[in-house]
């Protein structure tokens, strides 16, 4: 089960840190990532993770901006994100592939077996 958090509405420049409560297994051989929704457009790929290598890839969007990090001891993926723009306006949603990122495409949704409720996040 994934649950996000800490999205809300902040000002162009600013910054959130969203977070992604996972349970109900180890995800410590999981490809953990992130991907956006804006009404109206496509799904887009935000950042990807593998706790087990530290292996991080971005969306040529965000990269630069947003850091990815987890913390396996509370099994809670992170999204810092900086320098917010008014397209950065999405519903965000923590995912999770029961595999190594390196096995998959990490910035293609279809590959993503788990996702959470999501968490809006609105720059103005």
């Known amino acids: 089960q994934l649950v996000e958090s800490g999205g809300g509405s902040v000002q162009a420049g600013g910054s959130l840190r969203l977070s992604c409560a996972a349970s109900?297994?180890?995800?410590?051989?999981?490809?953990m990532g992130w991907f956006r929704q804006a009404p109206g457009k496509e799904r887009e790929a935000v950042a990807a993770?593998?706790?087990?290598?530290?292996?991080?890839y971005y969306g040529s969007s965000v990269k630069g901006r947003f850091t990815i990090s987890l913390d396996n001891a509370k099994n809670t993926l992170y999204l810092q994100m900086n320098s917010l723009k008014p397209e950065d306006t999405a519903m965000y949603y923590c995912?999770?592939?029961?595999?190594?990122?390196?096995?998959?495409?990490?910035?293609?949704?279809?590959?993503?077996?788990?996702w959470g409720p999501g968490t809006q996040v609105t720059v103005s």
């Open positions: 995912v999770s592939a029961p595999q190594a990122c390196a096995r998959i495409q990490p910035l293609v949704a279809g590959y993503y077996d788990y």
């Open positions: 109900g297994t180890t995800y410590s051989s999981y490809c």
């Open positions: 993770i593998y706790p087990g290598g530290g292996d991080t």
